[in-house]
């Protein structure tokens, strides 16, 4: 099967630092791939060079057979790329619905359209009952939820999820594990995700990719990742849940 | 829009439609001063309220607005309603240079509102210097029959000044209005709230910028026809100066910026209270200078401090709650 994502020798450094180093992985249609490692593992980096917010300094991203490294986000995200911040940003000003509808617009015919796609996915995550609320007054687990509703209304081809579930109670992250789950095996949506809840990793994840220091030193299956030694050794430690 | 906001636009309409009918010249020259502000100020708010770029240098479009048909109308005897589209085509065009350096090159915020006052400021020095157009000594027009309307020169009475900016205040409304429920409006508020994540949903932000940019240029450029042919007299050191942009934003920070009423509300609260402001020092006899300014600012400074987000949204929801 030929890759929807396909990230070759990829570095990225910000002066002297390494941030990545060398990094090439894949990730195949309608799969839900995780990426992990410690604080400070170039994984946002990562992140923001395949979203076009940063320009590798080598290597190169492929996405559904197009170059795409060095474009800039908005072509990204025409591309059939949508991501989520680690920090949310929702449009704070705006209502939950209006947040919703300024994703779907780009790939809508008009307001209407836009207005109704925007709620039928508020519907699919249960933001519909705060439709009208101003996206400042929500909780954090509902601004990631609103992130998420964002990126889904662009109508992506691969999602990317920045820390989706940082932040949530354990019950709330079971329902994000079902709701990227539902969406994953439902619509096909291939989901490649930050994340440092282990938990939520093993549940979702079909590939797990693990970096340390800017380097990928482990990928494989969540169960031969997490007895890999050198992965180990990086999490010792750490509080990682594994 | 609720049924009470319609009537009070509905009686707020009528009262203007009918103002020259029964007011005198003098409050008629009042009216006409608010309703420049309240449409400067609406050009303005597309540009900061909507989409989030700040601009200190709106004179720039107002000079060179008003300089473009003036020019053509004292050299060539064009008629300001077909020098209008020169005015307005030449600040589009400066707009989105201007926007396309400062957006192209990340140049935002604070950096951003100092190079729109540079680009007014290096105007108004070059205008100084421009014999063409009468340099700082500035350029007159035939004032004409005061008594005589026609339109097609602008040139007549103040009534006919008066329901000509009236025309354009209520267009730059309707304007502003379909703009915030189309596309355009939702980009730009996503821009203005947070360019990053807006940029993120496929948005291309540059594009989206220079059109705000544009837009508002193309109508402080029409105010600046207005104003050439009102005042009939063209001075750089007046029209381009800053105190110029800062009278245009003052409407929409007082009324309440990104809000459709705000800057005709702040222009109308302003402009009552330069008349009382004059009033009430005539009426107390402290004829010293700059009191008008001080009790200006005084309120200003009072406003600002307990509404910083303005008086119509505190106004919005009074109205609403005596439904």
Known sequence: ?242 | MTRRVIFLLAGLGAVLLGLPSFANNYVLSVATLFLFFAYAGQAWNIMMGFAGQLSLGHSLYLGIGGYAAAALYFHYGIAPWAGLWFSIVLCMLIGASMGALAFRYGVSGVYFTLLTIAFAEFTRIGFDHFDWVGGSGGMFLRVGQRDHVDLFNLRGTPAMFYYVILALAAAAFALSAWLLRSRAGYYWQAIRENEDAAQALGINTFRWKILAVVISAAMTALAGVFSAFYYNNLFPEQLFHINRSIEIILGPIIGGIGTLFGPILGAALLALLADGATELVGALGWEVPGVKQLIYGVVLFVVVTFLPHGVWPVLARKLKAIK
């Open chain 1, 1 to 242: 099967m030929s890759a929807l994502l396909d990230i070759r020798s990829v570095s990225k450094s910000f002066r002297a630092l390494r941030a990545v180093t060398n990094a090439s992985f894949i990730v195949e249609p309608n799969t839900i791939v995780a990426l992990i490692g410690p604080n400070g593992a170039g994984k946002t980096t990562l992140f923001n060079m395949v979203a076009g917010v940063l320009v590798p300094d080598s290597g190169a991203i492929w996405f559904s057979g197009h170059r795409i490294d060095g474009f800039r986000p908005d072509q990204v995200c025409a591309r059939g790329i949508a991501r989520t911040f680690q920090n949310a940003k929702p449009f704070a000003g705006l209502s939950v619905l209006d947040n919703v509808i300024v994703g779907a617009l780009e790939r809508s015919s008009g307001m209407h359209a836009a207005r109704k796609h925007a709620a039928i996915i508020l519907d699919e995550l249960d933001l519909a009952p705060k439709r009208n609320f101003p996206a400042s007054s929500l909780t954090l687990p509902d601004r990631k939820k609103l992130e998420l509703a964002r990126a889904l209304a662009t109508r992506p081809k691969l999602l990317l999820l920045d820390e989706v579930m940082a932040g949530m109670r354990p019950i709330e992250r079971e329902q994000m594990v079902a709701l990227l789950r539902e969406i994953n095996r439902r619509d096909g949506m291939t989901i490649l995700l930050i994340e440092h809840v282990m938990r939520a990793v093993m549940a979702l994840a079909a590939k797990v990719i693990v970096l340390h220091q800017g380097e990928i030193i482990a990928q494989g299956s969540a169960g031969q990742v997490v007895r890999d030694p050198a992965v180990l050794e990086c999490y010792l430690g750490e509080d990682s849940e594994l």
